[in-house]
Structure formats: structure tokens, C-alpha cells
């Protein structure tokens, strides 16, 4: 077999395609049956994606924290944690992260960007190595902790811009970063602009990337997540690798945050960190916790939500994507299923 | 089709006529035949992988043939489900039990066909029926007595109990005696022989040739899924059965020369360890390893060996007692310093320790050395290195298939142990700690593996072997000692004692009891 065949044979990346496929199939079959034209709806969610130059923008700035909050679930599960916290460290992230940015307005912006990064990483990293330490010091279960750190970021996030740092104006808001601490737009079309935080972004893929595969690091830390019990046998730390992994799942959380901060809303909002850690959690299952495969996955859910706009203006509710993406989710947790109905195929052909 | 009058197959008590067995990637079963007659017990041997457990399964209808006939008393009969085993009056014992932990004996005997009163539960007619069965067979148990607090050869008689409760004339034993100490595999055989005086047709699964020539009638020998070789046990011997199993010569027993027994390198004293519930499972052990020797630890499973062995590598915590290597007190030192000691270890339980099974071989090569400076330059490996090293190490221990990509669980489990024993040994330990190292593998891969445990200690490293497996125990050991409830029985020496004597010290007798019995006896 060749080496191109191969790797699109290999299951990791067949399976999440074919369970794309079968959920667009199902959701087309769903607006048969309600008396839509799926081939309507489908034209329209892809021209809502990409058939402007506006709808590409959107579509990317959507995708920017996404793909980040999916790199920090997936490296999450890669060391065997399930970090359903990327909310909460996402929003300790971006709310230091605006506090320094709101206090840089004389600071050039080669020393205010940098900032800004380092310390909306460093609050997330901390939240999420709170729940780390948690673990590797008390065997609290993660999924707990990192709910329940959910909450005490959300609160700690209202209280404070209703109260000490909230902007004049009765709006649970922040004041203004500095000038100098935001992202350059690129392009400008209409009231939509495109941030570099896409590229960093995809940087910070890169960097995951080479951090699993490449380094000691990513040794340990996969280690870990396959089997404790043989890690610990090769003299590997258990619990310095729980916390060091939810310290990098969080940071990359806290960089998402730091992204809306710096290339959207310009300051910390009530509503910044909305549900984008818990679909943090479907982009890596979807993309199979691998740093590239998340990538594609953030930018699949981005676009669907992108074009479901333009899909209800065609007439076609928008809920419609959530059925996909809920169809989406099913095929790839059961993964067996699909991979049962591959080899099954599979034997058939022999068969014959 | 022939002429079915043709087969008279009344003699037998199982027929199993061209069985053919596919599963993706493998022939398990190639057009095999078995005949069995009644009344006899049969063994069936062969390596792992050779396809008798299949071959069983299917008898007991947990997988169906893709074809062949089966014929029960002559009849040919169709048997999709173990319902229909069971109403062929076949039953199994399965390798791992099948019982209930917290319920009595009667209960879990009875489960699912219980006798009753009306809506009550008959447990009094219960009792008396097991009773009647026990006595029978010389099936010794209390009924009333509940399945955790019974010693593991007693519950092996409740699950034949059970098999024989639900009427079986036909019983499959599948390695039963992998569990049990050399007294209780005696009384295995006695209930075997007793079966067999009042009719009862045995089929015995195992790989213990010793076994085979003590208690069978006859053997069908397999391999790679095809019959070898059908025999009978007193015109056969053990040489000549593992000819037939391997394909090849093999050296049963390992041989050796006299050890050079140089310093001493590990000191254990009065060791107290903890299993995981918290209670002492390693009670005041105190022995000594000393280079160029191996130092065997016998023992039934769950005497405290596990938690010993995992003491001394630095994976358990040490109560109280000293662990002395290479004269520093070590006792405590996290595993990584444990290793970078010079100490090796080949874990139990290769799936659970020994490997990352997700991980390819490459990787699982340099676990407990990724961040050496040959395989690590501080933050990032070097894979190409590693990869080269990998290379070497497949073809010196003939991992197979050679390849270095390929995920740890998709080995064969022979050849996962040699991934471990070549990483163990490419470290160039001074010492080395090897645990249960032939568990579960078949006799060439055994081989192997004693050999290279042997050339160790010639080498010079000082080895402690824990093994379940007596012969094992006698074959390699220099010294052997007993350990019976986290404590040492005694110490003897392999050419001085023998299996009965470790066997009685297995079972809690102290060395120096049995030997002054001995003395006042003559």
C-alpha cells in the first residue's frame, strides 16, 4: 500500500470523516422529512461559511478560540485528565490579562503584545493547575474540580467587573485594554475584522504538536495518560505530570480567552467565555486529540456556525447545526460503531 | 454426502470432525479432529496460541465453527450456545472462576436453577444435594462457607461442583491447575481420577507436560492450530510432546553452571510492606541477593510477593525495614533513583507495568531511560536515535515482526516480554528484579527467556526471580526461598530439597518444623 493510501486508510482520520458524512446525510434526511430542500439549506451554510470575504472573517474569528480551547481539552486527554475546565481557566486567563492590558497604555505595543499572551497563559495555567495539584496531592477527580473551579471563575469574573474593575456605565464590563495591546486588524470589511489571533492560534498548534511528539515532555506526559502504572514503573512522576499537563491544558484555555480579549472585545465581558470551553471538549473528540485533526475540527464547527445564519435566512432553522454537530459527537464517541461498520465492509469485499 | 452409517462414533463421548475455526487474519482451527472416549480424561496441549482454547469453545458453544461436525455419545449434535452444551450434558471450568464472591457455596452452586419451596428458596435441599455431590467425588468444601474466604483450590472444587450440579457427564478443564500449589494440583488430580472411576469423560487443557504424563489417558497435541499429533499418555513422555508442540527440540530444563557468587549487592531487612487496603502484606522479610546469583522467591500468588518485589523497585511504599543496595540505604528512593542505581526490573504483569501498549516499540524500548542523554538532549527526544537503537535491539532479541513502529499491543505476549527484557538488559543493570517472567508464554519463548536470565548471572548481575511456577523456581534458582503470608518459610537450596518440601512450606509450614518432623520420624 502506498504511504498517501495509507494514511487515508488510517482509522484517526477515516472515522471522524465518515461520521461528518452521516450526520450531514441524517440532517438532510430530518429536513425532508419537515418539507425543507436540504440542497438549499446546505448552499446556504456554505455560502454563510465561506462565500464572502465578510463570512470567511467571521468564520475564522470564530474558529481562532475554538481551535485553542479544543488544543486544551485534547492535550488534556492525551496525559488521561479530562479537563472540563477550559471555561473557567479560559476566563481567569482573559481577565488578567485585561487587567494588564488596561494598565500598559504608555508601553510600546512589542512589550505590550508579548504581555498580554504571557499573562492570559499564566492565569490559565494556574486555574488549571490547581486541579491538577488537586489530583496529584488528594486524588480529587479532575472532572469534579474543574466543574467546580468553573464556578468559582464565573464568579469571581462578575464580581469583579461589577465591582472594582467594572468600565463607567452600570454594564457588567471592564474598562478598555491599551491601544498598544491590541491585535492589528488585518482586513477590514464592514463592522468584521480579521485579528492576527488566528495566527497565533495556529502557532500554538504547532506548538502542541511538537511538544506530544517531539519533545520529553509529551514522552512523559502520553506516558502518563496510557498507563500510570508502566509510567510510574519507568520512573516517571505521576503527579508532577497531572499538574505540569493541566497547567498546559490551561494555559492554552487561558490563550483562547486572551484571544477574544485582545482581537474582539477589547476588554473583559460578562459573557466572554460563553460555552466555547465545552466545545473545546467536542473539537478534540472530533479531531482525536491530535493537534492538526483539532485544528480542521474547530474550523468544521466554526464554519457550520458561521453559515447557520445564512441557512435561516434561507429558511431553515439554524438549530439544524446542532443537530449535525450533535450527530457529529454521537458517531465519533462511538466510534466502535463506525469502525464496526468499516469492517464489516471490509469483509465483505474479501468475502466476495 | 457419505453414507452416515458409515461413522460409528458410539465409543466416544466427543467427536469433533473437521473443525474449521477463521478469525480476521488467522486460521484458529485448520479441519481439526478430536476424539475423545468416554470415561477417559484427554488432554489437549499445545502453546498459546495453537488453538485450543478455541477448540473448547466451540465444543461449549461459545463460538460456532465456520465448519466441521460435532458428535456427542456418537449423536451428531449442534451446540450454538452453552444452553445447548449444557443440555448435551457438557460443562467447563473456566481458567478464571466464575463465582460470586459474597455469596456461600450452596448459592453460587445453584445460581440460576435454585430448588425451591413454593416462592421460597429450598437452600436445605440445596445443601443436601451438594453435599451428596461432594461426597461423591471427594469434592471436599463447606457449603456455608463464602467464596472470598476460601483458599483458591477450594473454589476451583465449587466450580466443578457447580458443572457436575448442572449434570455434566463431559468436562472441560481449561489449565486448571495454573493457579493452584503443588498440593492442591495432587488433590485436583485425586477429584480427576475419581470422576473418572464413576464415568465421567475429562478434557484437560494445559501446557504443564508434567501433568499431561501424570493424570491422562490420552493427548491430541496442537499447533498452530492444527492437530500434531494424537498419543497415548503411556506410550508418549514429555520430550516427545513438546517435539510435537513446538515443532523443534526443546530443552526443558535449562542447564547450567555452578554460580559465582561474587558480593553482595542487595540486602533486605525485616521488611514491612502494605498491600493496597492497607494491611500488611510483607511481614519482617530479611534476605540477602549477592552478584552472580539467582535468588528465587516461591510462593502461591497473593503470599506478599507482588508487594515485595514493588518495595524493593521503589513502586511501593516500605513501611518499616531497610532495602540496602550496593551498601546505600535505598529504602523509599523514588523508582527513577532506583534505576539510575543500576537496578533492572522485568514487572509481573507486562500489560499493567511493563509496557505503554499504545505506545510503538520504539518507545516502550527507552521507558526508564527517555531522558538519558543517548535518547533525550534535555527537551527533545532524539528519535532518531532512538529509533536506531530500537532497531538493533529487535534483531538481537529477535522481537517479532521486526518492526519498531508497531504499537506494544499488537505483539504477541512473548514477544512483549522480550521488549521488556531487552530494554531491562540494553540498560546494563548490576542488578535485576524479574517477576513471573514466563507467565502465560509458550515453551520456546520460555526457553529464550530462561537462557538469558541464566547468561545475567553469568554475567555477573545478581537476580531475585519471583515465580508462581515451581519448575521454574527449581530450574533457575541457585537458592530458593518460601514465602507464605509475607513471611519466608525457609531457605533451601534446589539440589538439596524438593517439590514436596517447598510445596509443604508454600502451604505455611516452617522449614525447620518439617525438617525436625523428619528427623523424629526416622
Known sequence: ?352 | MDNKNKKDYSQYAVVMEQIVKKFPGVLANDHVDLFVKRGEIHAIVGENGAGKTTLMSQLYGLINPNSGKIYINGVETRIKNPNDAIAAKIGMVHQHFMLVDRLSVVENVVLGMEPSHGPFFAIDVARKQIRELSEKFGLYVDPDAIIEDLPVGAQQRVEIIKVLYRGAEILILDEPTAVLTPQETDELFDVLRSLKAQGKTIILITHKLHEVMAVTDSVTVMRLGKVTGVVKTKDTNPKELARMMVGRDVLLRVEKDKAKVGDKILEIEKLEVNENRGLRAVNGVSFSVHKGEIVGIAGVAGNGQSELVEAITGLRKVESGKVIFKDVDITNFSPKKHREMGMGHIPEDRLKRGLVTAFPIYYNFILGKHDDPKFCDGSFLKIQDIKKFSEELVKEFDVRPPLINILGANLSGGNQQKVIIAREIAFEPDFLVVSQPTRGLDIGAIEFIHKTIISMRDKGIGVLLISMELEEIFSLSDRILVMYEGKIMGEVRPEETSTEEVGMMMTGHRLEDLRSQETQEV
Open chain 1, 1 to 352: 500500500m502506498s504511504k498517501l493510501k495509507k494514511f487515508y486508510m488510517n482509522d484517526k482520520i477515516i472515522s471522524p470523516l465518515i461520521a461528518i458524512v452521516i450526520s450531514f446525510i441524517i440532517a438532510a434526511i430530518v429536513m425532508i422529512l419537515i418539507g425543507k430542500n436540504p440542497a438549499t439549506a446546505y448552499g446556504a451554510l456554505f455560502y454563510g461559511a465561506f462565500g464572502t470575504e465578510g463570512a470567511l472573517i467571521n468564520n475564522i474569528m470564530k474558529a481562532t478560540p475554538l481551535i485553542l480551547t479544543g488544543l486544551a481539552v485534547g492535550f488534556g486527554f492525551r496525559a488521561g485528565l479530562f479537563n472540563i475546565g477550559a471555561n473557567g481557566q479560559l476566563i481567569i486567563g482573559a481577565l488578567l490579562a485585561t487587567y494588564v492590558g488596561s494598565q500598559m497604555q504608555t508601553f510600546p505595543f512589542y512589550l505590550s503584545i508579548p504581555l498580554m499572551l504571557v499573562v492570559g497563559m499564566l492565569g490559565g495555567a494556574l486555574w488549571g493547575a490547581l486541579a491538577g495539584w488537586l489530583k496529584a496531592a488528594r486524588g480529587a477527580h479532575e472532572v469534579i474540580t474543574t466543574i467546580m473551579l468553573n464556578y468559582i471563575a464565573v464568579f469571581i469574573a462578575n464580581y469583579v467587573v461589577n465591582g472594582p474593575f467594572q468600565a463607567p456605565g452600570g454594564v457588567p464590563k471592564s474598562p478598555e485594554i491599551a491601544y498598544s495591546a491590541r491585535f492589528p486588524n488585518l482586513v477590514t470589511t464592514g463592522a468584521t475584522w480579521l485579528s492576527a489571533g488566528i495566527f497565533v492560534a495556529l502557532a500554538a498548534v504547532v506548538v502542541v504538536y511538537i511538544i506530544i511528539e517531539k519533545t520529553k515532555t509529551g514522552y512523559e506526559v502520553k506516558a502518563v495518560g496510557f498507563n500510570p502504572y508502566a509510567a510510574e514503573y519507568g520512573g516517571i512522576s505521576i503527579s508532577k505530570n497531572v499538574v505540569l499537563a493541566m497547567a498546559i491544558s490551561g494555559a492554552l484555555a487561558g490563550l483562547a480567552g486572551t484571544m477574544q480579549v485582545m482581537g474582539v472585545y477589547y476588554r473583559y465581558l460578562g459573557s466572554l467565555g460563553g460555552s466555547m470551553g465545552f466545545d473545546g471538549i467536542t473539537i478534540a473528540l472530533i479531531g482525536q486529540n491530535d493537534p492538526i485533526g483539532i485544528a480542521f475540527a474547530a474550523f468544521l464547527i466554526s464554519s457550520i456556525r458561521a453559515g447557520s445564519n445564512q441557512m435561516q435566512i434561507a429558511g431553515v432553522s439554524k438549530n439544524i447545526v446542532i443537530i449535525i454537530q450533535g450527530i457529529i459527537i454521537f458517531l465519533v464517541a462511538a466510534n466502535r460503531l463506525v469502525k464496526t461498520l468499516m469492517v464489516w465492509k471490509r469483509k465483505g469485499v474479501e468475502e466476495i
